[in-house]
T-cell receptor
């Protein structure tokens, strides 16, 4: 296993269409995160899973966004009725539970670049 | 209170020079401060991290200086190389719980050969 894998790398869609992204975390990592990064900005937290349970969602995650992590392995992020404002890089990260020393290191994938026309 | 403010927005350094990037935070509950390096088209990669019980941490050419009373921390890159040219993000999180990172806005570093 060489790291967090995300597919597709690029997605171009028309406004109003639905899109789905996939993330395969590092195999032994039970924590999985989705972040969104727009040009010139730092990543913004969207949601977090521990195993299959979605434990936290950001207010940035409108009801058009849904994320799943069946069986605690890979995760999908779906955006329904895409809008031009959804254009961004969607990053997935995974980690092991942190300890007092590490604080929980996040390992990021290369992201899916979404362009909504 | 959740923000992490990062400066400068961009930085140009000569090869062999020292690159310094600064960050400031408000929330005193933050207790884990990583720095990430991001190359174009790639996801952020962890560079170095510090907890507030130490004032400095060094790994190779990278050093984090931490000032708890001022709620500031900085990244120093010694002997900067052209291969260090990338965007650097500071972040803050809680060492317990979700490890939800709050990222700064990034610093685009260019090291001239």
């Amino acid at each position: 296993d060489t790291g967090v894998s995300q597919n597709p790398r690029h997605k171009i869609t028309k406004r109003g269409q639905n899109v789905t992204f996939r993330c395969d975390p590092i195999s032994e990592h039970n924590r999985l995160y989705w972040y969104r990064q727009t040009l010139g900005q730092g990543p913004e937290f969207l949601t977090y899973f521990q195993n299959e349970a979605q434990l936290e969602k950001s207010r940035l995650l409108s009801d058009r966004f849904s994320a799943e992590r069946p069986k605690g392995s890979f995760s999908t992020l779906e955006i329904q009725r895409t809008e031009q404002g959804d254009s961004a890089m969607y990053l997935c990260a995974s980690s092991l539970p942190g300890d007092a020393n590490s604080g929980g290191k996040l390992f990021f994938g290369s992201g899916t670049q979404l362009s909504v026309l | 209170q959740q923000q992490v403010k990062q400066s400068p927005q961009s930085l140009i350094v000569q090869k062999g020079g020292i690159s310094i990037i600064n960050c400031a935070y408000e929330n005193t509950a933050f207790d884990y401060f990583p720095w990430y390096q991001q190359f174009p088209g790639k996801g952020p990669a962890l560079l170095i991290a510090i907890r507030p019980d130490v004032s400095e941490k060094k790994e190779g050419r990278f050093t984090i200086s931490f000032n708890k009373s001022a709620k500031q921390f900085s990244l120093h890159i010694m002997d900067s190389q052209p291969g260090d040219s990338a965007t650097y993000f500071c972040a803050a999180s809680y060492a317990s719980g979700t490890y939800k990172y709050i990222f700064g806005t990034g610093t685009r570093l260019k090291v001239l050969a």
